[in-house]
């Protein structure tokens, strides 16, 4: 379902929503599904530097890939969103498998998606 609207998301709309969410929860934080979420919220507030940059990668990696099974990461950037303010995030370029759930893997579809660092972070009473 759609977080915001409420209707049925199908496809790659819905495999964005559930990347997103599985990167912004942290991990042990739902109950019986311990494993799930990524653990990006140690390095919030970390300056942008290669070695982060790389943790944040092989982080986002790990759990997306071990979350979702029709996404696969091929390639990150890091990018400014807003030089002067500083904002930043990253171009996530992915190959999408709309039967991947299935174990079905022969129809691809090359695919990025821009990801602002502020999703990365749960907000909430939740969090």
Known sequence: MDRSTGRLLRGRAHAEQS???ILAT???QRVMRL???SDLDSLRGENLTAANVLKAYAELVQAV???EPGVRIGRMEPNYLS???GAAGFLLLYSFYPYGHLG???VVELVSMQLPTSVLVRTGAAS
């Open 19 to 21: 990347v997103r969410d």
């Open 26 to 28: 942290r991990k042990n």
């Open 35 to 37: 494993d799930y979420g």
């Open 65 to 67: 890939h071990s979350q």
């Open 83 to 85: 030089g002067r303010e």
């Open 104 to 106: 079905d893997f022969s």
